[in-house]
């Protein structure tokens, strides 16, 4: 596999950080990751935006232009050899004199392999646990995953799939996903102290003029109300929740507006 760095492409494992870069020392550093589908990067547009975003929150400055990125990220792609791949770009706080200056920041691209998910996740859905818990800056997509990681062992003894973020009795998100629910048939979305996906951003023009749609806070004590839920992101595109905590959501199925959700992504897909 091959990465880019600081203007090189170069094999991954020589892809390293000095021990002072204040991405390893401080988690000082913003991320985004995209994949292909049918070989082409699906919406790169939208995730170079919001990359640019979340570097410009942290004040650090990206050296390359949209089309230099692009064409980068084409030759990654040939020389990986994969039929689908994703790509990680990754801005650093680079390295410091002081553990707390910026002076140059590093930006990496790094091609890596798809993660597989059976037709099981989607066919019979997943069940989450709730975590009280707000990201710091939750608009950009900061590397800080500390909550996630720490609490990995406790999402596996619970047997389930993801931790939903709450906060203050608000629903935000999945440590890596957005969280969708159906209300009877209006399709309910939390809207602010997330991070903005941008298969999250697919699902709602998919939506639009299909199912009514509202953006709000949403309150955790509206998850034993819904009728149907799903979570969305980069990998899983459009996956079924059947189960948050104890609550059955529905009737513990796959819903019918979710069923035609995940075929409009489908053909999405297909024809971007």
């Not at 760095?5 to 020392?25: F, M, R, W, Y």
């Not at 975003?53 to 990986?80: M, R």
């Not at 009795?169 to 629910?181: A, D, H, I, K």
């Amino acid at each position: 596999m091959y990465c880019f760095k600081n203007g090189d492409i170069i094999p991954c494992e020589q892809a390293v950080v000095h021990v002072s870069d204040l991405g390893l020392l401080r988690s000082y550093a913003a991320f985004d990751y995209l994949r292909t589908y049918g070989g082409r990067p699906f919406h790169l547009a939208q995730h170079l935006q919001r990359f640019r975003n979340s570097a410009a929150g942290l004040g650090l400055s990206i050296a390359y232009s949209d089309a230099e990125i692009t064409a980068i990220i084409g030759e990654l792609l040939e020389k990986s050899g994969l039929p689908e791949a994703a790509f990680r770009l990754v801005i650093t706080g680079g390295n410091s004199p002081d553990s707390m200056t910026i002076v140059q920041p590093n930006f990496f691209i790094t091609t890596e392999k798809l993660p597989h998910y059976g037709p099981e996740y989607f066919e019979k859905g997943v069940k989450l646990i709730t975590n009280e818990y707000l990201r710091d800056v939750p608009e950009l997509k900061s590397t800080g995953y500390l909550n996630a990681i720490k609490l990995a062992p406790l999402v596996r003894q619970h047997g389930a799939h993801d931790m939903l973020y709450c906060h203050d009795g608000q629903v935000l998100e999945l440590t890596r996903n957005n969280m969708f629910f159906f209300m009877g048939g209006t399709l309910v979305t939390p809207r602010d102290n997330i991070l903005p996906g941008v298969t999250r951003g697919v699902v709602l023009d998919l939506c639009r003029g299909v199912f009514p749609i509202e953006e709000r806070a949403v309150g955790v004590d509206e998850i034993a109300r819904a009728s149907e839920a799903f979570l969305t992101g980069t990998t899983k595109g459009v996956m079924p929740v059947v189960q948050i905590d104890d609550t059955i959501i529905g009737d513990g199925t796959v819903g019918p507006n979710t069923r035609r959700l995940m075929d409009l992504f489908r053909t999405h897909t297909h024809h971007h």
